[in-house]
């Protein structure tokens, strides 16, 4: 069994500092290292969403750092830096403060969602930094191409008023809607919510916070660095169960082929699940993370 994680918390500036859930091997290694893990959250997540899959991965020999992005959970909530440069400069200080720049050994960052598009442009602007990207259900997305304006796109995509409700009422909620997600995802989605002393939730990223991001988000063409991604990139993306899902899901499978066609070296692995596959199905996507760090999907002819 893995040791319990721990929090770290690393300067990113001189006034931010992010909390990184550390998951570390039961014991070191006996041959190869196997490669470390930076995990990233989506929009209004948090580390603790990553949990399930960072224990199998510790199991597996792996040390995993699970961040919560500035803004969101036990990170400092400054007024500004939610671009994509700040973003991504904030990860770098991470993999800094963690000793990750052996050229040899660098690490898989994987990006869920928001936190996808976060990983994409980390890996375009910092290419001497990280091995490989595992992109979950994101890293594809470009809201100016599902919605037809920002507006539009505003009033679809805005969080819903959660502050005020006992957090009783949200975990209820979550576990009704939720009965085949295991425990860590449940309790990693709960940790999107501050518990207040009167027993209500709030959401650990504001609104002000959310709909920044959200801008940037519509701002943001990540089909415009692709070509600049010569490393392995593996897409886990999820579809519905009963069938696709109308426009929505028409415009995410063309942004995933498109992907596809454009990516140097690319794998996409859909599955039957929520948008949260991370939190769903962590043995399943640990056990794909774990393969593009030994070969197995991406052989050694192919990451040349």
């Not at 199991?59 to 973003?87: E, F, I, M, N």
């Not at 091995?131 to 805005?158: H, K, M, Q, Y």
């Not at 920044?212 to 991604?229: E, K, V």
Request: aromatic share 6%.
């Amino acid at each position: 069994m893995s040791p319990p994680a721990s929090e770290v918390r690393v300067a990113v500036s001189r006034r931010v500092e992010l909390a990184v859930r550390l998951h570390l091997p039961p014991e070191p290694a006996a041959g190869a290292v196997p490669a470390p893990v930076l995990a990233v959250h989506g929009l209004a997540s948090n580390a603790r969403l990553w949990d399930g899959v960072a224990e199998k991965l510790a199991a597996a020999g792996h040390t995993v750092a699970a961040v919560d992005q500035r803004g969101h959970g036990r990170s400092d909530k400054p007024g500004d830096g939610y671009d994509y440069a700040t973003l991504t400069a904030d990860l770098v200080a991470v993999l800094d403060h963690l000793g990750w720049d052996d050229p040899s050994h660098l690490p898989v960052v994987a990006g869920q969602s928001w936190g996808a598009n976060v990983a994409v442009e980390l890996a375009a602007r910092h290419v001497q930094r990280v091995a490989a990207l595992v992109l979950v259900d994101g890293g594809t997305i470009e809201l100016s191409e599902r919605f037809a304006d920002w507006p539009t796109c505003e009033a679809a995509l805005a969080p819903p008023a959660i502050s005020g409700t006992p957090f009783t009422r949200v975990e209820r909620w979550l576990r009704t809607t939720h009965p085949d997600w295991p425990a860590a995802g449940i309790e990693g989605t709960l940790a999107n919510l501050e518990k207040m002393p009167d027993g209500t939730a709030r959401p650990w990223l504001s609104r002000p916070h959310h709909m920044t991001i959200l801008r940037h988000m519509w701002d943001h063409h990540p089909s415009g660095r692709w070509a600049d991604l010569a490393l392995p990139v593996l897409i886990l993306a999820a579809q519905d169960p009963g069938g696709p899902g109308g426009r929505f899901d028409a415009a995410k499978r063309e942004e995933v082929d498109r992907a596809a066609r454009s990516l140097a070296r690319c794998r996409v692995h859909w599955m039957d699940g929520d948008h949260d596959l991370h939190a769903q199905h962590p043995a399943w996507v640990a056990k794909l993370i774990h393969d593009t760090t030994t070969g197995s999907l991406f052989p050694s002819a192919d990451r040349a």
